[in-house]
């Protein structure tokens, strides 16, 4: 029988653990979370609501916008505040992207348009008009990852929330969707941007509650 030495051993076992970690895959990106646009007029609260992405205004530099530029009358006085951006965002198959539809609010269009973070503090937004005529900005993150938001995710049918038990662990994740209880200075941090005098407390909350975003699930 062959007797390997000790620290022949311990290098085997080393060697081991380090291909391990290598070969491991990387944790998804994340995009959920609160984003300063690129001009620092406003911040994009981005979460996962019904499966898909949904990116709303949560903070605005100048309060008391409203959607003027929108071809629909009916929107025109609509607060911006609170307005989807990101809508229907949805996962690519092997990449860590989510493409759906951006409006903007500049114009009142829609566009095509891909979501793809970049690192854990930056959000890349890429649009195009029927293809052609692309052009995108970065978002720089402002406040931490979201988690899944249960108002926003129905019960699997049969499960014991659709039967109407929410069980203990689920008792924290009534507020998400929002930013994160459990990170204050974040929070605050994405709702009241440095150097803002105009910043205000956090009026939007779970934007998977929003209507525009919780009517196309029912």
């Known amino acids: 029988m062959l007797h390997c030495p000790r620290t022949f051993a311990r290098t085997i076992a080393f060697s081991g653990l380090f291909l391990a970690t290598v070969l491991s895959p990387a944790l998804a990106a994340d995009p959920t979370g609160d984003w ?21 205004v949560s903070w605005e530099k100048t309060p008391g916008g409203k959607d003027k530029n929108n071809p629909d009358p009916a929107k025109q006085s609509r607060p911006t505040l609170g307005m989807p951006i990101l809508i229907d965002m949805k996962k690519k198959a092997g990449v860590d992207a989510w493409e759906g539809q951006v409006y903007n609010a500049k114009d009142g269009q829609l566009y095509s348009s891909t979501i793809k ?43 014991a929330a659709a039967k109407g038990a929410v069980p203990k662990s689920a008792a924290p994740q009534k507020t998400t969707g929002a930013v994160a209880p459990a990170t204050k200075p974040a929070q605050k941090q994405a709702a009241n941007p440095p150097g803002n005098a105009n910043a205000s ?14 009517r196309p699930t029912h």
């Open 36 to 56: 300063k646009v690129a001009d620092g007029v406003a911040t994009i609260r981005v979460a996962q609501c019904n499966g898909n992405m949904w990116g709303a």
């Open 117 to 159: 973070p970049v690192g854990t503090d930056q959000l890349e937004i890429q649009g195009c008009v029927l293809g052609f005529l692309c052009g995108g900005e970065t978002w720089t993150r402002v406040g931490p990852p979201i988690p899944m938001s249960v108002a926003g995710n129905p019960p699997a049918a049969g499960s």
């Open 201 to 214: 407390a956090d009026t939007v909350g779970d934007i998977c509650l929003l209507p525009e975003i919780a």
